[in-house]
């Protein structure tokens, strides 16, 4: 439940009404508005029978949450959530873009990526260290060594980095190099990690799961904010359906959906969804003027020689000539975006 008070409410009455509901055993969580303040309730709200918590002074109503999720519902925290990492941030306001390769490959290859996505006016450079693959024979990525490649990367350009991770051991050595880590699709259920991931308060970039709804996406969500990490964004990247025409089918349909019953970030990933470079400057002009907080595109020097994911790769070129597009279309959602980045 949320307990709304209210308008002008003292700090005396909210305090009250925490301490009674932290009596019970039960969590309070307070999200603090510019008119409202809201006191949302975790736990087993049977323990508050009889309390008369809507007679309390400052208390203007009590609304029962019947979603399974709590900390990341928009009912607890009506204020859209911007999220940092680093030198860079997602959320309102801003347009931020993720580009880089699938796979870190070399330490060449990552630099020579960073250096022009920089230039493009991309925010973050993504890379992946550690890479859950379909076939055990697929390259699975240098692991340590990539993520220092990615640190150099972050030091020479000023790029926010973000990296995926696979285990707990994988999040122990990437949280030395990276500024977010990355939950893939294939491990969005892995309660464990995500619970690991909510103790390290590293920033989160949750993708959603490969035929996940998006209430069990924001319950893997809950599993990283039970643990205190706050720091999470959501990304769509493409759902399984019948459809063979594309690699999975993005659901643009997710990034509104989430805006009205979450307060965390949501960026598109039309790389993944597609699986073909072709379809992804429609998909990711569709997902800014959807509403989308940012984008993540692969970006490779070489596509054609790539050891993952080539054919959904852009090259140099075509990154820069899609940043120039998206200008439009983040002007018209009151986005900044595309600072000048042409210097490190």
Request: hydrophobic share 40%; proline share 6%.
């Amino acid at each position: 439940m949320i307990i709304i008070m209210k308008p002008g409410a003292s700090k005396e009455s909210v305090r009250h009404i925490t301490e009674l509901i932290e009596s019970k055993g039960l969590k309070a969580h307070l999200s603090e508005g510019t008119q409202v303040t809201i006191v949302g309730v975790v736990g087993d709200k049977t323990l508050l029978a009889n309390s008369n918590l809507e007679l309390a002074e400052g208390v203007d109503k009590i609304v029962p949450v019947t979603e399974s999720y709590k900390l990341v519902n928009r009912k607890f925290h009506p204020e859209p959530t911007t999220v940092q990492a680093g030198p860079a941030s997602v959320g309102p306001g801003n347009l931020t873009v993720m580009a880089g390769p699938c796979a870190v490959e070399s330490r060449e290859q990552l630099m020579e990526t960073a250096f022009a996505v920089k230039k493009a006016g991309a925010n973050f450079l993504r890379g992946g260290a550690y890479k859950p693959r379909t076939s055990p024979y697929a390259f699975q990525g240098l692991e340590e060594e990539g993520l220092k490649y990615m640190k150099e990367a972050r030091e020479a350009t000023g790029l926010a980095v973000v990296c995926e991770v696979t285990s707990l051991r994988a999040l122990e050595t990437a949280a030395k190099y990276v500024d977010m880590i990355q939950i893939g699709a294939r491990n969005m259920q892995n309660f464990e990690l995500l619970k690991e991931c909510g103790r390290s308060g590293i920033p989160v970039l949750l993708k959603r799961g490969l035929a996940a709804t998006i209430d069990e996406w924001l319950n893997a969500a809950e599993y990283i904010i039970s643990e205190g990490n706050h720091n999470i964004v959501l990304c769509e990247r493409g759902i399984r359906t019948y459809e063979t025409s594309t690699r999975n089918t993005l659901d643009l349909s997710a990034v509104p959906v989430i805006r009205r019953k979450s307060h965390l970030p949501i960026i598109v990933d039309p790389s993944h969804a597609t699986g073909e470079y072709s379809y992804v400057p429609p998909l990711a002009k569709a997902a800014v003027a959807a509403g989308a907080d940012g984008l993540m595109i692969e970006v490779h020097p070489c596509p054609e020689k790539a050891l993952s994911d080539g054919p959904q790769s852009l090259t140099f070129e075509n990154f820069d000539r899609l940043m120039t597009e998206l200008e439009p279309y983040a002007e018209l959602a009151g986005r900044s975006f595309r600072e000048d980045h042409s210097q490190p």
